[in-house]
């Protein structure tokens, strides 16, 4: 069961205001997080480098599925799976 702030409708993330701004607040900061690991890669040579920069642009990039998810609502639930996973919903997920 659902918290009652939460819809369990499939068009609509959040309905709580306050709730749906603390999670983009909390995708802010993530932002600022994956900025510095990115920023930090320059400090090692070679495959850490490359490593530290990965995570942090794979992070960014799952950070921009929850912001969508969270504040988009014409961003299709198969457009966010992309993005997460790599590939559309499967037929049973729809």
């Given at each position: 069961m659902?918290?009652?702030?939460?819809t369990?409708?499939?068009?609509?993330?959040?309905?709580?205001?306050v709730r749906g701004?603390?999670a983009?607040e909390?995708?802010?900061?993530?932002?600022?997080?994956?900025?510095l690991?990115?920023?930090l890669?320059?400090?090692f040579d070679?495959?850490?480098?490359?490593?530290f920069r990965?995570?942090?642009?794979?992070?960014?990039?799952l950070?921009?599925?929850?912001?969508?998810?969270?504040?988009e609502?014409?961003v299709?639930?198969?457009?966010?799976?992309?993005m997460?996973?790599?590939?559309?919903?499967?037929?049973?997920?729809?």
């Amino acid at each position: 069961m659902a918290a009652e702030n939460i819809t369990e409708n499939k068009d609509i993330a959040l309905r709580d205001t306050v709730r749906g701004l603390l999670a983009l607040e909390a995708t802010w900061e993530i932002e600022q997080l994956a900025n510095l690991t990115i920023d930090l890669a320059a400090e090692f040579d070679d495959i850490e480098a490359l490593q530290f920069r990965g995570i942090g642009a794979r992070i960014k990039e799952l950070n921009s599925a929850i912001m969508s998810a969270i504040g988009e609502h014409a961003v299709t639930n198969d457009a966010l799976s992309k993005m997460i996973r790599c590939h559309p919903l499967p037929k049973a997920e729809v």
